[in-house]
């Protein structure tokens, strides 16, 4: 069944490759570099897609919105953006829109020498689905272990829970269990004008006034 966010959605520019190995993968991912397009690689299909700007501000806004939460209740936690993570014996690869690592965070040494390959998985990973539907990712994410998968469509913020293998939707977040999920999708929904500054200020705010009392 397709929902109001489906058919508002403006897709981003994709190209799909069919039985393309590791190997090929990786010389492509090098081809690639740091240019602004997202990969996805599971099993030999590779999926490489061009974000556009309404995804970038959503994907900013709800990155913030992770990093504030947890500087506010004290949570330790490390932001890696859009790292590829990938596993060889599993043949996939993702590149989350944002991921952060939070209650692994104590597991990681020294982020300059961070290895995606080996290192924990992020425990949260966020897709921005306005211009694409991540659903079809989800396998890739579950495959490399990641515990939760936050899916923001610019209307709805749902959050996904691994669960024996498989994403369940949950009312409540595993890294931010305190935090009504409606009330995040409403800063992101609803930031229509005015500057990034002041919305950080009614965030914190209000992350104070209404989050950080259920801690005390």
Known sequence: MSTVADQKRVASPKVVLHNLDWRGFQTLLGVVGDRSVRVAYDRGVLELMTPLPIHERYK?????????????????YFSFG???????ALQRAIEPDACFHIASAGKIKDWRRFD???????????????TSDSRRRLGIYAALGVPEVWRFDGEELSVLLLQSGEYVASETSLAFPQAPLAALAAFARDNQGGSDRAWAAAFRRWVRETVLPDEE
């Open 116 to 130: 995606p390959e080996t290192d924990p998985p992020p425990d949260l990973a966020v897709e921005i689905d306005v």
């Open 82 to 88: 859009s790292t590829t993570f990938q596993s060889e």
């Open 60 to 76: 900013v806004l709800v990155g913030r919105m992770i990093e504030m939460l947890a500087d506010e209740l004290g949570l330790d």
